[in-house]
């Protein structure tokens, strides 16, 4: 691509040239700060060419309809009219930013360039106003349609069509299969491609203010806190005024930290049909907002969670796989939230006198009303939130703990994975789930750990199951 694009040539943009302004603007990968952005009007400039090859994108901007009464197309947007010296190609949220000069700097560039536009413009033959708003409509919606991305698709299902039974409940289609033996199928892909599956799957964020007054997503953020609270995530009957903590802290000799918690709200498979869209809400520790009993940014250990390595894991699918064997993976349930911060200071080896206390601030809106009456309430946290800069430490270490209980050890070499030689079963464990095994181990696990969760996330387990085949557990 030597040379600017001409807007004039065929083909060279998707719409009409009458419905395109003459403002041309350049972006290209060239180095030299002259060709990186040039901005030109393409009637006057024309195709200019350009020192070498080049890739980037060229903007037009598009002739709107006249406004209605009483507003202006500012930036491609309608605003209302007021009587003021903003410039048009200024939003108002950046122009109330600039200092006294920078504005009269910006009047001056914009009364310049809004003569050199108006030149150019009336050196074309086509009006500054698109007359028939119904055909400019159309054009416009149909390029955009032809120009779209696709709809990312769901995540694709391989079946063996001698054994595909389909059956339609409520629109969707459910696809169920019996066991059978499926042909190797390749997973690795060229460097930089992304195929369709790549853009499945996607979490989009909402604001938690829009979510509130969103049913499906206020439900979603309320039944998160409610968990947490049927947990005793925070201690309620603990609540005093933030001075008072401090000045205790300070007289004692003691470090405690302060935090507050945060509510998200995320929308699953966005990118699908409305009708397979999931809210989910999630409440975490603003981890990066810890103070201490004197103001000052809170210090951790720099010690982090181990690595999970992919050769384990591959290791233990191919184990599972062969004679005599088995292997699974599940999640755990609440995961981090299984862990009391007291417990802190024996699971980093120090002991219980090195716990240290962490008080939070409760979003106003969840805060109890008597609260109303103490200036800056806090709490005592007992669990383990998400977002706390220990939390994926404190729960490998509380899982590991238990493991080793049940005679697991750590295989040499190896971050993550564990083996129990005895039971002939090995573990790979990483950050979020928890295991089923085995009819003689699972309900040892299980009694000791009802009420706790045991493993961290993505656990592939391979044993010697000849005991165990034809039962299934849920964890």
Same mark, same amino acid.
């Given at each position: 691509? $030597?040379?600017?694009?001409?807007?004039?040539?065929?083909?060279?943009?998707?719409?009409?040239?009458?419905y395109i302004d003459v403002e041309r603007i350049t972006i290209t990968s060239l180095n030299s700060l002259a060709e990186t952005n040039i901005k030109d009007f393409y009637n006057i400039a024309g195709p200019r060419a350009l020192s070498e090859p080049w890739t980037g994108k060229t903007v037009f901007d598009l002739l709107? $309809?006249? $406004?209605p009464a009483g507003q202006v197309w500012i930036l491609g947007e309608l605003k209302r009219k007021v009587d003021s010296t903003r410039p048009e190609n200024c939003r108002i949220e950046t122009w109330q930013g600039f200092s006294k000069p920078r504005r009269r700097k910006e009047i001056k560039e914009w009364e310049e360039f809004k003569a050199e536009r108006q030149k150019a413009r009336d050196k074309r033959c086509f009006p500054d106003i698109i007359a028939d708003e119904k055909?400019?409509?159309?054009?416009?919606?149909?390029?955009?349609?032809?120009?779209?991305? $696709?709809?990312?698709?769901?995540?694709?299902?391989? =079946?063996?069509?001698?054994?595909?039974?389909?059956?339609?409940?409520?629109? =969707?289609? *459910?696809?169920?299969?019996?066991?059978?033996?499926?042909?190797?199928?390749?997973?690795?892909?060229?460097?930089?491609?992304?195929?369709e599956d790549y853009h499945a799957m996607v979490h989009t964020p909402i604001d938690i203010s829009k979510a509130m007054k969103i049913p499906k997503a206020?439900?979603?953020?309320?039944?998160?806190?409610?968990?947490? *609270?049927?947990?005793?995530?925070?201690?309620?009957?603990?609540?005093?005024?933030?001075?008072?903590?401090?000045?205790?802290?300070?007289?004692?000799?003691?470090?405690?930290?302060?935090?507050? =918690?945060?509510?998200?709200?995320?929308?699953?498979?966005?990118? =699908?049909?409305?009708?397979?869209?999931?809210?989910?809400?999630r409440v975490v520790f603003r981890g990066d907002q810890v103070k201490d009993e004197s103001g000052y940014y809170a210090v951790f250990s720099e010690q982090g969670t181990s690595a999970s390595q992919m050769a384990a894991a591959k290791t233990l699918d191919a184990m599972a796989r062969m004679p005599g064997m088995d292997g699974e993976n599940s999640d755990a349930v609440g995961a981090y939230t299984q862990v009391p911060l007291i417990d802190q200071g024996v699971l980093l080896g120090?002991?219980?006198?090195?716990?240290?206390?962490?008080?939070i601030s409760l979003p106003r809106n969840r805060r109890p009303q008597e609260w109303d009456q103490i200036e800056d309430p806090v709490c005592l946290l007992r669990l383990n939130l998400y977002g706390h800069p220990l939390a994926g430490l404190l729960w490998e270490k509380?899982?590991?703990?238990?493991?080793?209980?049940?005679?697991?050890?750590?295989?040499?070499?190896?971050?993550?994975?564990?083996?129990?030689?005895?039971?002939?079963?090995k573990i790979q464990i990483y950050v979020d789930e928890k295991?089923?095994?085995?009819?003689?181990?699972?309900?040892?696990?299980?009694?000791?750990?009802?009420?706790?969760?045991?493993?961290?996330?993505?656990?592939?387990?391979?044993?010697?199951?000849?005991?165990?085949?034809?039962?299934?557990?849920?964890?």
């Open positions: 691509m $030597p040379d600017e694009i001409d807007p004039t040539s065929a083909d060279a943009i998707p719409v009409p040239i009458q709107k $309809p006249a $406004p055909e400019y409509d159309e054009k416009c919606d149909a390029a955009r349609l032809k120009l779209r991305l $696709p709809d990312a698709p769901a995540m694709p299902c391989q =079946l063996n069509p001698k054994e595909e039974k389909q059956m339609e409940t409520s629109g =969707l289609w *459910i696809c169920m299969i019996s066991t059978h033996q499926r042909s190797h199928q390749d997973h690795i892909g060229d460097v930089g491609k992304a195929s206020k439900e979603a953020v309320d039944a998160e806190w409610n968990k947490l *609270i049927k947990k005793k995530a925070w201690l309620y009957s603990t609540v005093r005024p933030r001075r008072e903590v401090q000045d205790q802290a300070i007289a004692e000799g003691r470090e405690v930290h302060f935090g507050t =918690l945060m509510d998200l709200c995320h929308l699953k498979h966005s990118e =699908l049909a409305e009708h397979f869209h999931v809210y989910k809400g120090k002991g219980k006198r090195d716990y240290i206390e962490t008080w509380h899982c590991e703990d238990a493991l080793f209980s049940f005679g697991f050890q750590r295989v040499k070499g190896w971050e993550c994975f564990y083996v129990h030689k005895k039971e002939q079963f295991t089923k095994d085995s009819a003689r181990l699972v309900s040892r696990i299980e009694e000791k750990l009802r009420d706790q969760a045991l493993y961290l996330a993505e656990i592939i387990v391979s044993s010697n199951v000849q005991e165990a085949k034809g039962r299934k557990y849920n964890a």
